[in-house]
C-alpha cells in the first residue's frame, strides 16, 4: 500500500482524494492526477500529452458512478502479520454520493446473485455514505479479479437507475400530453354551452 493512501476525512467530503488505487485501467501516477469527476486527468509526459484514449471511457462521463481506491486507513491492523485474517471488509470510496435506487440495487439480492454466478458467493456490498463496504473478502481477491466485477456491477447499476428514470419521464409525458388533450376536449364541450 506504501504511500496511496485515502484517508477517512476525504471519503466524506465532496473534496476528491488525491491517492488512491481506482477501479479503472491503471496509469502511471506520475502521468495523471485525479479530476474533480475522480477519473484520471491527462498531464504531459516529455512535452507529449497523453491521447485522451488513455484515459478510462468510464471516466468520460460527467457524475458517473464508480470507486476510486480501496480506503487503506480502514484496513485490519493484522494485515501483514501472522495473525492476519483470512477474509475481512474492505472499505473503497465512492466516486460520488450513492443514490437511494443505487443503493436498493447495490444492496439487493440480485447483485448478490450476480457476485456468486461470477465466483463470489460470500461477497457481500453494503453501502454507508461516500463507502461501498466490501464484506467477507482480502485484498489478493480484489486484485484478482473482484474489484473488476464490483466495477462492472456498479456500471449496470447506474445504466439500470438511469433507464429507470428516463421511463418515469417518458410516462409522465405521455400522462401530460394525454391530459391536455382531455382538458381541451373537456374545454370545447363546455364552450358548447349557451345560456340563451
Known sequence: MGDQRIDPEDADRNDP???GRSSAPRQDA???RWNDDGGFEPHATDGVPI???AVAPARATKGGLFLRG???S????QLGTDDEPERYTVAAVFSRRVSPEERALIEGPSTLAVLAERGYPEVGLKVADRRLEIT???LTMLAGGLATEIA???RDVEQQVVAARARRAEEVLRWSTAES???ARVKAEADRVRFE
Open 17 to 19: 482524494p488525491t491517492r
Open 30 to 32: 506520475s502521468n495523471a
Open 51 to 53: 491521447p485522451p484514449a
Open 70 to 72: 480501496v480506503l487503506d
Open 74 to 77: 480502514a484496513l485490519p491492523h
Open 136 to 138: 467477507r473478502t482480502n
Open 152 to 154: 462492472a456491477v456498479l
Open 181 to 183: 388533450a382531455r382538458a
